[in-house]
């Protein structure tokens, strides 16, 4: 059963500026944090979220690594991070769990042309995607050709996949 946000205000959920520095190439893109990130207040803070991980084993850094340095090494290899969604009512972390009717999406636009090296755009499972593709990617198509890419989620939710074919599957993805 879907909760509402006048019955449970902390099912209303914010999210984070971007992290991205000139020179990005790619845009990975989550749909909202989960609660353990935004108490944390850093992106993909559940210790078994394997975004992390993958990163580490991509990038060359330690996954245990501050969240500073980890965030510094995706900038130096022009990746930026960001959600599809600056805000929506979703109690608890799944993302099954977010309103439709209830939910705003970050400025891309704007994003974009402050990032025109921009244009893969790597989405962290099937909620990001679906929702950059329906209520983001429309507007952004006559701005320039991007390439979208549905990534398999990094989530501890997402257990139908071992981390190493997710690690296959973004190493592809940001080669």
């Keep these: 059963m879907k909760a509402s946000s006048s019955s449970d205000p902390s099912a209303h959920a914010v999210g984070f500026p971007p992290i991205a520095a000139p020179g ?14 935004l108490r944390a207040q850093a992106y993909y803070a559940h210790p078994r979220n394997a975004f992390w991980p993958i990163m580490a084993s991509l990038l060359g850094f330690v996954p245990e690594d ?12 022009g990746i930026a991070l960001w959600d599809v969604l600056q805000s929506c009512v979703r109690p608890g972390s799944l993302d099954a769990n977010i309103d439709r009717q209830q939910l705003t999406c970050n400025d891309f636009a704007a994003f974009l042309a402050a990032y025109p090296d921009i244009t893969r755009i790597c989405c962290n499972g099937a909620a990001a995607h679906d929702l950059f593709c329906r209520h983001a990617l429309p507007a952004l198509q006559a701005l320039r050709p991007l390439d979208v890419l549905r990534l398999p989620s990094t989530s501890p939710a997402h257990a139908g996949m071992s981390r190493d074919a997710k690690l296959q599957a973004w190493r592809a993805a940001l080669s």
């Design 66 to 77: 501050s969240y500073a340095h980890r965030t510094a090494m995706l900038q130096q290899h």
């Design 24 to 37: 990005a190439r790619i845009l990975i893109l989550g749909s909202m944090p989960g609660q353990q990130s």
